[in-house]
């Protein structure tokens, strides 16, 4: 299975962007798939996921980011609106099938590269 993460660029506080991550390979329409994110000088967190439909966010991003899934075309997008230089970080999506809380890096089998977020203030 490969993840291919895209989407990511420099945006003002207060804008929006739209990552997207396509799975090839594999169907992962029974898959958790998550994106976590990392900062300079930080460990990779968790920020959000989407399993069989449901969807789970950290504390830092409910109501401003949305998950969502396509199984048709096997990719995950994540929407995130009101950004802010705290969100500036290299995201990441991953796959994984092993089941397990959502919010731990081993949960997921699979990682994509990255896609760089930069929000300027």
């Known amino acids: 299975v490969q993840l291919q993460a895209s989407g990511g660029g420099l945006v003002q506080a207060g804008g929006s962007l739209r990552l997207s991550c396509a799975a090839s390979?594999?169907?992962?329409?029974?898959?958790?798939m998550g994106w976590f994110r990392q900062a300079p000088g930080r460990e990779r967190e968790f920020v959000a996921a989407?399993?069989?439909?449901?969807?789970y966010y950290a504390n830092f991003v409910r109501g401003r980011f949305a998950i969502s899934r396509d199984n048709a075309k096997n990719t995950v997008n994540l929407q995130m609106n009101s950004l802010n230089s705290e969100d500036t970080a290299v995201y990441y999506c991953?796959?994984?099938?092993?089941?397990?809380?959502?919010?731990?890096?081993?949960?997921?089998?699979?990682w994509g590269q990255g896609t760089q977020v930069t929000v300027s203030s």
């Open positions: 991953a796959a994984g099938s092993l089941g397990g809380p959502r919010m731990l890096e081993s949960t997921y089998e699979y």
């Open positions: 390979g594999r169907t992962l329409s029974n898959s958790v």
């Open positions: 989407i399993r069989s439909g449901s969807t």
